[in-house]
C-alpha cells in the first residue's frame, strides 16, 4: 500500500501530517469487509462523516490523526502502520543540477538504462524487478499451491483480484478447497498440496468472531459455532449462504435454514436447544446459484466460473472461448467473451485501452481504440461481463483482439470488480 500510495501523490505538495487521499481504497476494503455504511463507520469512529466521506481537499487527503482514529474502530494494522509512519507525502517538483557525483550503481556492459513508460530506470533497479520476476516465475512453477496461497494472503496487495488468482491456480492443476468452519483458519493455508480459502474471505465478518471459531474447534453444530463464536446474525448468515457448514452435512439452504432457528446467546435458557434435523422446506441450490451465492459471500468462487453456465448460448452464438483463440488465424474476425478482471488505459497509451477478459479456460486480451472507447465508454466502464467482436491480431508473439463492438452480457450474480488502471 506505501508504494502504491508513493506512486499515487497529487500535483499538490503535501506534508508528513497528510495521507494521500488513495489511502480511501483501503478504508473501504475495511468498511466493506464488516458491511459497514459509511455513516456507520464514522459514528463508530467518532468522526464527523464529512472527514471519513470527504477528506481534506486542500491537503488532498486523510489527516494523519483521522487515519489513527480509524485504525483503531477497525483494528487495521496497515491504516496504524500508516498512521505512525514518518513518511513525507511530497511530490517532487523541481530538480537541480548538483555537478559530477559518484553514484552506487550495479555495473551492466552495453545499455545502462532502460525506459519504462517515459520514465527512465537505473540497471539496478531493472536487475531487482528481474531478480522477482524470476523468483515469482520459479514459485509459480514448482510451489505453485505455496504461490497462489501467498497471493492470496497478501490481498489487497496485488495487480489481480482474489477471484481471478484462484481460477488461474485451478486451471494450474492446483486444488483449491472451499471454506470450512471446522477447518478454514483466518488466512488462507495449505492442506495436501491444496489450498484452503480463509475465514478472511467472507464479508462481513469480523477477524475477533473468526479468532473465537478456530480456537473453539471442534465444532458439531451451526448452534455451537453461532454460540462459541459470539456471531451476530449477519455472521451467521453469511457463513450459511457460502456453505462454510458443509462439514456437518449442510448444504446452503439447508445452513440458512438451521441458521434462522439458532439460539445465538450462550446464557440463554434455549440455548442447549438444538434446531430440528429435519430438511428445509427450500429448493437446493442449483450450480448456478451456488457460484451466485460465493460470489456475494466471498467475492470469489473455488467452484465453476461464471463462465461455464453462459458457455453453451456463447458458443451457439458464434463466441469463442479464451483458449479457442489460439486456432483463429492473425486477421480473421472474432468474437470472445468474459469477465473483465483488467481495464488498462495509461496516459502513455495515447487514448488506447486495454482489456482482460478472463474465462473458464484462461485469460483473453482485446485492444480498443480511442475513438471506439469515445463511443463504448459507458458500456466498457460499467460492465462486469463484457462480449468483445473484432479482428484477431498476433503481434510479436502477442495475441490480441482489436476490437469494433463491445456487448454488455447479463447475468444475476454481483461480480467481483476488476481492477481499473488510468
Known amino acids: 500500500m506505501v508504494a502504491v500510495l508513493a506512486a ?13 487521499i488513495e489511502v480511501r481504497v483501503l478504508i473501504d476494503s475495511e468498511r466493506r469487509q464488516r458491511c459497514l455504511t459509511w455513516l456507520e463507520v464514522s459514528q463508530g469512529a467518532g468522526l464527523a462523516a464529512r472527514t471519513v466521506c470527504s477528506p481534506d481537499t486542500s491537503k488532498r487527503g486523510y489527516r494523519r490523526w483521522v487515519i489513527a482514529r480509524l485504525a483503531q474502530y477497525f483494528g487495521s494494522r496497515e491504516l496504524a502502520h500508516l498512521s505512525a509512519s514518518q513518511i513525507y507525502w511530497d511530490r517532487v517538483t523541481s530538480i537541480q543540477p548538483v ?17 519504462a513508460n517515459d520514465f527512465v530506470v537505473h540497471n539496478s533497479h531493472a536487475a531487482s524487478f528481474a531478480l522477482i520476476a524470476y523468483a515469482s516465475a520459479y514459485l509459480k512453477a514448482h510451489h505453485p499451491a505455496a504461490f497462489a496461497c501467498a497471493l492470496l494472503n497478501a490481498w489487497p496487495m496485488g495487480f489481480y483480484a482474489p477471484a481471478t488468482v ?31 480459502l480463509g475465514l478472511r474471505y467472507l464479508q462481513g465478518l469480523r477477524a475477533e468472531a473468526a479468532e473465537r471459531l478456530v480456537a473453539a474447534r471442534p465444532l458439531g453444530s451451526v448452534a455451537e459455532a453461532a454460540q462459541r463464536g459470539v456471531l451476530t446474525r449477519s455472521e451467521l448468515e453469511t457463513l450459511a449462504h457460502a456453505g462454510a457448514f458443509a462439514a456437518f452435512g449442510l448444504p446452503p439452504r439447508e445452513a440458512l435454514w438451521q441458521a434462522a432457528a439458532v439460539e445465538r446467546d450462550a446464557t440463554s435458557l434455549l440455548a442447549g436447544v438444538r434446531p430440528p434435523a429435519a430438511g428445509t422446506p427450500l429448493q437446493p441450490m442449483t450450480p448456478f446459484e451456488e457460484t451466485v451465492a460465493d460470489y456475494a459471500a466471498t467475492h470469489l468462487t473455488p467452484g465453476p466460473h461464471v463462465m461455464t453456465f453462459l458457455r453453451d448460448r456463447l458458443r451457439a452464438a458464434g463466441v469463442r472461448a479464451a483458449r479457442e483463440l489460439d486456432d483463429v488465424p492473425h486477421g480473421a474476425p472474432v468474437r470472445v467473451a468474459g469477465h473483465v478482471i483488467v481495464r488498462q488505459r495509461p496516459g502513455t497509451a495515447k487514448g488506447f485501452c486495454f482489456l482482460t477478459l478472463e474465462d473458464e479456460t484462461g485469460t483473453a486480451n482485446a485492444v480498443v481504440t480511442p475513438a471506439r472507447y469515445e463511443r463504448w465508454r459507458v458500456v466498457l466502464n460499467t460492465s462486469p461481463l463484457l462480449e468483445v467482436a473484432g479482428r484477431l491480431e498476433r503481434v510479436d508473439g502477442v495475441t490480441h483482439v482489436r476490437a469494433v463492438q463491445l456487448r454488455r452480457l447479463e447475468v444475476p450474480a454481483e461480480m467481483p470488480q476488476g481492477h481499473d488502471y488510468w
Do not use: M
Open 166 to 196: 484462484v481460477k488461474d491456480a485451478q486451471r494450474h492443476g492446483v486444488p483449491v478447497r472451499p471454506i470450512d468452519v471446522t477447518r478454514s483458519a483466518w488466512k488462507c493455508t495449505l492442506e495436501d498440496g491444496a489450498v484452503r
Open 99 to 115: 555537478g559530477v557525483r559518484e553514484t552506487y550503481d550495479l555495473r551492466i556492459e552495453k545499455d545502462h538504462n532502460f525506459l
Open 8 to 20: 499515487a501523490i497529487s500535483s499538490r505538495r503535501a506534508s508528513r501530517d497528510v495521507v494521500p
